[in-house]
């Protein structure tokens, strides 16, 4: 209700309320509990209407003014599992975010923001699909091979990184494993196995493992020599005692000449189901500090207070603190469950 008013005397815009909810998600100053209940509060009285208005996402997304901080508030809450459920409810969410990605520099910090919000976002199924509906899986082989008149620059150690993160993601299912199969992904890469950031080797090897699962794509691969290629990389990794590259290389040998050639079905599925999906990685973000700079937390203290002043009778405080808690008892009844069931 207080939309409306945003902008006249007393009450904070929207970019500095944004501002100061991404500033109490991911500043460096909170304790990490601070940050990640309060994460949880977001979803628990769905703040960003998902739930009951699920235009408001998409709206803030769709405005230039505001579109850098409401991807800054994604990508943080898509570090946490209870985020990613949240915003997942709504995957007009991810069409939004898509459209950013595909329409900006790879230079731009709109960019970084949606790319890290749709490596977060692929650990789930459903985005997983919208996305490779929407062209993500084309794109991001072009911005791994430098290549498509739709690639604006040249691709940052972030973009090969988080875009090379998004692939193997996407690469998990059936839809993704085509797609890549019918494009240049093999060429892409080879080009990339050997890079030295080892994350993005590894990225590319968990491409390649559920990719050799395609007959086509495997044959392929035979025919550019892929095995020759693997197994002077592990003899490379042996020499400089690297354990987890040789055993990423035996691994990708091994599916490449299974000794039992019907294994692997064309195109299966691969990797978790959504209820196994419980990586929690909030204290690894930093993104948000390129949207944040020095700016202290009382900024957002004081950006926020009147909304508290607004809900500060004991009924409300009260009513408020018993959804909370209803909210994370049910988070813990669905972990609870999940344990049991294993």
Not at 7 to 13: E, H, K, N, R
Not at 100 to 114: G, N, R, T
Not at 262 to 290: H, I, M, P, R, V
Request: charged share 20%; with cysteine.
């Amino acid at each position: 209700e207080m939309a409306g008013s945003f902008g006249t005397s007393g009450v904070p815009t929207v970019a500095v309320v944004l501002r100061s909810l991404l500033q109490r998600l991911a500043s460096a100053e909170a304790p990490l509990p601070q940050r990640r209940g309060f994460l949880v509060a977001l979803a628990c009285f769905d703040v960003f209407g998902v739930r009951t208005r699920p235009q408001t996402l998409p709206n803030l997304l769709a405005d230039p003014a505001l579109s850098e901080l409401a991807l800054g508030i994604l990508a943080v809450l898509a570090c946490e599992a209870v985020g990613r459920t949240y915003i997942v409810a709504n995957l007009a969410c991810v069409e939004s975010v898509v459209e950013v990605l595909k329409a900006q520099p790879l230079d731009s910090s709109l960019h970084i923001q949606a790319l890290a919000a749709m490596q977060r976002l692929s650990l789930r199924r459903a985005p997983q699909d919208r996305m490779i509906a929407l062209g993500l899986v084309e794109w991001v082989i072009g911005v791994l091979g430098w290549q498509g008149e739709a690639i604006q620059g040249m691709p940052s150690e972030f973009s090969l990184e988080f875009g090379s993160a998004l692939l193997m993601n996407l690469a998990l299912r059936t839809a993704g494993k085509k797609r890549c199969a019918e494009l240049d992904t093999l060429t892409v890469s080879l080009n990339l196995m050997e890079h030295w950031n080892p994350q993005i080797r590894t990225h590319i090897n968990g491409t390649l493992y559920s990719l050799l699962s395609v007959p086509s794509f495997c044959a392929q691969a035979h025919r550019a020599g892929l095995e020759q290629i693997l197994r002077s990389i592990h003899s490379q990794a042996t020499s400089l005692g690297d354990d987890i590259s040789q055993r990423q290389i035996e691994y990708l040998l091994e599916k490449l000449s299974p000794q039992d050639s019907g294994a692997d079905a064309d195109g299966a599925e691969s990797g978790e189901d959504d209820d196994d999906d419980d990586e929690n990685f909030l204290e690894e973000e930093e993104l948000a500090g390129l949207l944040l700079g020095d700016r202290g937390g009382k900024a957002a203290e004081e950006a926020l207070a009147g909304f508290r002043q607004c809900n500060s009778s004991p009924r409300v405080a009260e009513a408020q603190s018993s959804a909370y808690h209803a909210f994370l008892s049910k988070l813990k009844t669905g972990k609870s469950m999940e344990a049991g069931a294993l």
